[in-house]
């Protein structure tokens, strides 16, 4: 304590607590293994890191979660979002400072810590959840589910996540509302489908009249037309769509995913600026969490090889399939395949142009 009754830097910050919070357990009763304490310091920074995403992800979840949100509070969502995404970098950042650690030298401790594992990180499997990561899609150990490995407690609060409301559905719901999927007497969609349609036949010829082509590889691109085609037919009709979320290759509903595309479409109409940064924010969230999860099955390639991980996994490979899978917004990744550009898309009626302008632009001065 400092001055009497005065705020102390050291108890503030809780330091007694916080730095009398890492006990390495290797050596015994000799000389505990040097690195051990960076490992510990590592994973304790990663989870104050978790706590301070789940702080904002609960604030931006209950913000857009609401069944209205006023354009006022996006601002606020966006730049909390925008803080997780400055998290993560310095997550994946930070993976380079145990990767000072040689693999021999983990093995100075390595076997001590079974069954201990990340897979057992609470915090992150609340981030998850939080986000939205659908649990149907989620790989299994053994059949096991991976709560399995979490104490009662902690399997009921991750548990209470998978039902509470999470980034994802809120977003699916406000995209869906978004009033301009009807355009009134406009059919706007007709009108973009005639856009899609001559994209498509541009590609076709292209791909038909490319000089440095040989037979095999132009039959194998204008199948890929042919494929993007098709993709363009589950947009526009309800069952086709419904059937690839069913096999979960769409995760937003039909309304929504179309929102997101309009919104992307035509970013540059003044209402639709700060939607396209949330979609934008949500996109760069998503990649920072596969970025994470790819550098750090690189990590544990490097340090254990092909072992299997202490948390019963099968290591690297299970990391790497996480990785390409556990995906919560991998739709917005999609998107483009349905762009055009510009300068084919349909121009919007003036009225609704007139909507989606700032008042004070269309105000007379
Ligand atoms: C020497 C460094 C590391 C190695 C060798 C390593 C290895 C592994 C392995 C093999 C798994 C799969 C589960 C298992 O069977 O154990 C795993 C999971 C995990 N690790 Fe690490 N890890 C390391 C560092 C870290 C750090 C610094 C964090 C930060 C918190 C972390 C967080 C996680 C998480 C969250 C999982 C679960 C991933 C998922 O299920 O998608 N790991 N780790
Ligand atoms: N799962 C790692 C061990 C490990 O890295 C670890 C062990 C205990 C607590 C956290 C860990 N970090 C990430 O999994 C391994 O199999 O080597």
Redesign the pocket.
Known sequence: MGTEGELYYWDYLGLDALLASQQPISGGEGEPAHDEMLFIIV?QCFELWFKQILVELDDAVGTMHADTVPEKEMGRVVDRLDRIIAIQRLLTGQLEVLETMTPLDFLDF?EQ?AP????QSVQFRLVENRLGLDPEQRLTIAGASYTDVMSDEHRRMIEETERAPNLRDAIDRWLARTPFLRFGDFDFWAAYREAVDAMLERERAKVSEHPNLDDASRDEQLQAVEESAAQFETLFDAEQYERLRERGHRQLSQDAFCAALLISLYRDEPLFQLPFRLLTAVTDIDEGFAAWRYRHALL?HR??GGKV???GTA?HTYLEAAARKHRVFRDLFDLPTFFVPRSALPELPAEVREQLSFRYESAPA
């Open positions: 994973h390595r810590l201990a594992s990340g897979f544990a340090m254990i991980g202490t948390g290591g």
